[in-house]
């Protein structure tokens, strides 16, 4: 049976680091990774209900066969009722809206790994994807992989992974996908 799962509507652009942002060329992306605070993936009672950062104005819907976070889930992006985006996720999938493009993450909850990718939600077209840094490849048989993504401004997004194997943040070029920045957190004794 399938059963839909809301998801809240957060309208304001979160940021993504503790130090001060600011747009412009230039920017020394890498530096801002090595200084990035660490931020969880969300978890808790509101797990699936907030994964979207910010929908742009767009509806979303999500229908999951299961309230199990590992379930497949068929992710819709409307305007005005009608479906410009659907992909697979699961009720852990991230994302967010920015102009008219929709950012979201390809990730399994029992493996390592995370792919972003960015959507043009009027031309109906996929602008790029991008496989992230993150750890590395990991040789495992147990798992846990949970993601935050968040906006950081015009220019970036920040990528939060917590992996069984470590955790990571990883800035991305909205434009290119291309990552300028990637931090592997070190463990704390």
């Excluded at 747009?23 to 907030?50: H, I, L, N, T």
């Excluded at 929709?102 to 991008?130: E, N, P, Q, R």
């Amino acid at each position: 049976m399938n059963r839909l799962v809301p998801f809240c509507v957060i309208s304001t652009a979160l940021s993504a680091v503790a130090a001060p942002l600011v747009v412009g060329k230039g920017r020394d992306y890498q530096k801002m990774a090595d200084e990035a605070s660490w931020k969880a993936p969300e978890a808790g009672e509101d797990f699936r209900r907030c994964l979207a950062r910010d929908t742009g104005g767009y509806q979303v819907e999500a229908v999951a066969s299961t309230m199990d976070v590992l379930s497949d889930t068929t992710i819709r992006v409307l305007d005005g009722g009608t479906e410009v985006s659907t992909w697979q996720g699961h009720q852990g999938s991230v994302f967010f809206i920015r102009d008219n493009i929709l950012y979201h993450t390809d990730y399994c909850t029992i493996s390592s790994g995370c792919t972003v990718i960015a959507f043009d939600l009027k031309a109906k077209k996929k602008l790029w994807k991008t496989e992230l840094k993150g750890l590395g490849p990991i040789s495992h048989s147990k798992y846990r992989n949970l993601v935050r993504m968040d906006q950081v401004n015009g220019e970036v997004l920040a990528v939060y992974g917590q992996e069984s194997a470590g955790r990571y943040v990883e800035f991305v070029e909205l434009k290119t996908g291309k990552t300028v920045g990637n931090k592997v957190f070190k463990d704390e004794k």
